[in-house]
């Protein structure tokens, strides 16, 4: 198993363009969500999902929208990316509570 | 609001002695916890978990220590290694909330030789 793949690894966006950061598993995890993590913090969650079709709000969802039309899949959009969104973005997924985590994107919004 | 944090945000440990991590966590509702390794460029890796109807949980090296009466959670690694070196986080998930971990800021372990 591949486990968590996400792709890029590194970004540059300039301040207003949008992007979609991609996270996939082939585990058949039903939970997935996405994380942030900023210099000097602990990882803050953006949204989760629970399974293909449902989606929720973590703690810093603004800026961010997320879809689950596949198990597999759990992509992550801006849609106007903002300097305040450079940070390094974690996908992981579980089939209970552990969480298993991707190598991550490193994002730089100018 | 309620947290999770660490203690120390860095930990110097010379090579071969045991490690101690420690964690406060402020939410008396959490019923799990775990601990993640995080090398420099990487995701973070899991180490150990425990319920919160546990107090020890021993893995290769590592034990986790849980103590309910203080809200204290520890990581303990023996004989610590080089490869050893790196970011630990503790987390918490609340009993009323489905996979969403908190996360602590976490602390920075060097392994000196």
């Known amino acids: 198993n591949a486990g968590v793949t996400q792709t890029p690894k590194f970004q540059v966006l300039k301040t207003g363009q949008s992007m979609t950061l991609q996270c996939a598993q082939d585990m058949n995890h039903e939970y997935m969500s996405w994380y942030r993590q900023d210099p000097g913090m602990g990882l803050r969650l953006i949204h989760y999902s629970v399974g293909a079709g449902i989606t929720d709000q973590g703690e810093v969802p603004n800026g961010y929208n997320v879809s689950r039309s596949t198990t597999e899949d759990f992509p992550l959009r801006l849609l106007s990316a903002a300097p305040s969104q450079t940070s390094v973005y974690f996908c992981?997924?579980?089939?209970?509570?552990?969480?298993?985590f991707g190598p991550g994107t490193r994002l730089l919004v100018l | 609001g309620e947290s999770v944090g660490l203690h120390l945000p860095t930990l110097s440990v010379q090579e071969g002695d045991n490690s101690i991590i420690n964690c406060a966590y402020s939410?008396?509702?959490?019923?799990?916890f775990i601990w993640y390794k995080q090398e420099s460029g990487k995701g973070p890796q899991f180490i150990i978990d425990?319920?919160?109807?546990?107090d020890k949980r021993q893995g290769q090296r590592v034990t986790v220590l849980l103590n309910k009466t203080v809200k204290h959670l520890s990581l303990q690694i023996a004989a610590t290694q080089p490869g050893d070196s790196a970011v630990y986080f503790c987390?918490?998930?609340?009993?009323?909330?489905?996979?969403?971990?908190?996360f602590g800021a976490g602390t920075q372990v060097v392994v000196t030789p």
């Open positions: 987390a918490e998930k609340p009993a009323d909330s489905w996979g969403k971990l908190q």
């Open positions: 939410n008396s509702a959490s019923d799990y």
């Open positions: 425990i319920r919160s109807n546990m």
């Open positions: 992981a997924s579980s089939f209970g509570e552990t969480q298993y």
